[in-house]
Nanobody
Framework: QVQLVESGGGSVQAGGSLRLSCAAS????????MGWFRQAPGKEREGVAT???????NYADSVKGRFTISKDNAKNTLYLQMNSLKPEDTAMYYC??????????????????WGQGTQVTVSS
C-alpha cells in the first residue's frame, strides 16, 4: 500500500520561501511518477510540478522559475522548493504518485495515490 505524508506548509509573506516534503512508502515498482498538485478554495485541483523516475521534470507555467521539484531516492522523499511566493500560490498542496503512468504531466485524476495535503498561505 502506497502511503504519502506531506509536511512543510505554513504561512509566509509574499516574496518568501517554503519547502514542502512528501515521505513515500510502499512502492513495489521501479517506474513511477510523482508530483505536487494544489487546490485553492472554489477552484479545481491543478498540477504544479511532476517528476519521472529518471528525474525528468515538468512545471506549470505559473510556477516556472520559482518552484523546484526534486526527490531523494535514498530517503524516499519528494520535495517542492517554493521561492518568490505570491498570494495566488495560496492553496492546499498535495503530493501524488502513480506507478502505471507513461507520462507524468497529466491531469490530477490520473494519479491514484495521494497525501493528506498541507496548507500554504501567502499574504501580501
Amino acid at each position: 500500500q502506497v502511503q504519502l505524508v506531506e509536511s512543510g506548509g505554513g504561512s509566509v509573506q509574499a516574496g518568501g520561501s517554503l519547502r514542502l516534503s512528501c515521505a513515500a512508502s510502499g512502492y513495489t515498482y521501479s517506474g513511477y511518477c510523482m508530483g505536487w498538485f494544489r487546490q485553492a478554495p472554489g477552484k479545481e485541483r491543478e498540477g504544479v510540478a511532476t517528476i519521472d523516475s529518471d528525474g525528468s521534470t515538468n512545471y506549470a507555467d505559473s510556477v516556472k522559475g520559482r518552484f523546484t521539484i526534486s526527490k531523494d531516492n535514498a530517503k524516499n522523499t519528494l520535495y517542492l522548493q517554493m521561492n518568490s511566493l505570491k498570494p495566488e500560490d495560496t492553496a492546499m498542496y498535495y503530493c501524488a504518485a502513480d506507478v502505471g503512468l507513461t507520462v507524468c504531466w497529466v491531469d490530477y485524476d490520473y494519479y491514484n495515490y495521494w497525501g493528506q495535503g498541507t496548507q500554504v498561505t501567502v499574504s501580501s
